[in-house]
């Protein structure tokens, strides 16, 4: 089924908009699972896997997706990236969708050995989040993978002070490069539209900025 | 020492600028490693890291660096990662650099794990590639490591079809979005200059499009 559909049905059926993020840090966990000062990536990412599935099961009734940060896993190793693939099977088995946080992007066999990654690959994630910047080619090896249900969010504009250094400069036309780039999405994504009337292909676009949210729902 | 310095210095005593990419591919690999065509991601791995040895082996003398892409060992998750910080170690002890192909890009406390992460964590890169879209903040924190020796390439001008759909939208002075993204560089590895007169940050740009490499030489 198309992600968007699928997306669409879970907000209906649990009634919630809710997608939880899973970026766990040591120095935050609860006291019962903290691991000692001088525990290593092994014991962290075994903290981190018992801290995501007690909050899946605590989340599961209520949300309808999980949000793994990859930077998290990664920076513990490959005992990370295994508490990774462990939380998105313990999502999946709650029956909450998975959106990777990956923020990947790259080109041709290389943007599709990263497809293979995190589309129904070791980390099985329902939608992963992607970076724009290398054009439309570089997207579509993930696009073309929305057929099989997956779905792609592409950063648009983002939440950060400093994403105005690119994606607000404005071309001859006095149009923001944002806009670019979400047009440049709605025409990869047209193809992707579920029966909901939503693409699979979304743009994230930081709502701490009221005033491009509106200008890009406008669009 | 400057990541710049320590390319200089290599460069000048092998005599020799050659960088050897590291993008195994199972069906690429020659017939005394490839894996059976039914081997799972631990023998796939396993036949990339033997490969990937023999290959730093042979070109050690000749190479100043080797240049992972890491898509094509996250496509075998955990086991693919292991094999990753093999080959950094593999490479490091017979005196070659390490430039990560990995093109992250996050904001905040995101872009401190993926540096923990690449520079001195679990994958010991001495140099790895970013992605300039989320704007200078986002570039900081792997900016700010580069006073311990490590070394950012962060993309420009990229050769592929697809970059013109961003990177070369014009602004209102008829400027290309990827001089703009150039500028933001210059300033920021401003204080990441060597010995040598380079800087730690440098810039991917490539050489598909003439044209534009000797715009931004000039710039």
């Known amino acids: 089924m198309n992600f968007a559909d699928r997306l669409f049905e879970a907000v209906r059926e649990k009634?919630?908009?809710?997608?939880?993020?899973?970026?766990?840090?040591?120095?935050?966990?609860?006291?019962s699972l903290s691991p000692a000062p001088d525990a290593g990536a092994e014991a962290v990412a075994k903290a981190f896997l018992a801290f995501?599935?007690?909050?899946?099961?605590?989340?599961?009734?209520?949300?309808?997706?999980?949000?793994?940060?990859?930077?998290?896993?990664?920076k513990l190793g490959?005992?990370?990236?295994?508490?990774?693939?462990?939380?998105?099977?313990?999502?999946?088995?709650?029956?909450?969708?998975?959106?990777?946080?990956?923020?990947?992007?790259?080109?041709?066999?290389?943007?599709?050995?990263?497809?293979?990654?995190?589309?129904?690959?070791?980390?099985?994630?329902?939608?992963?989040?992607?970076?724009?910047?290398?054009?439309?080619?570089?997207?579509?090896p993930f696009v073309s993978r929305c057929e099989e249900g997956y779905g792609c969010f592409v950063l648009v504009r983002t939440s950060n002070p400093g994403a105005a250094d690119l994606q607000d400069v404005r071309d001859a036309r006095g149009r923001p490069l944002y806009l670019r780039t979400a047009e440049m999405l709605a025409s990869l994504g047209g193809d992707c539209v579920g029966e909901c009337g939503y693409s699979a292909v979304g743009a994230v676009v930081g709502a701490t900025w009221p005033e491009q949210l509106a200008e890009l729902r406008a669009a």
Do not use: H
């Open 52 to 74: 995501n599935e007690a909050v899946i099961e605590a989340v599961a009734p209520y949300a309808v997706a999980v949000k793994p940060q990859v930077a998290f896993y990664e």
């Open 15 to 31: 009634g919630s908009v809710v997608v939880v993020g899973l970026d766990p840090r040591p120095e935050l966990l609860p006291p």
């Open 78 to 140: 490959p005992a990370g990236m295994e508490t990774f693939a462990r939380t998105c099977r313990a999502a999946a088995e709650r029956g909450l969708l998975v959106i990777g946080d990956v923020k990947r992007g790259d080109i041709g066999s290389t943007a599709e050995a990263y497809a293979d990654a995190w589309f129904g690959g070791p980390y099985a994630c329902d939608a992963i989040t992607l970076n724009p910047y290398l054009g439309a080619d570089s997207l579509r």
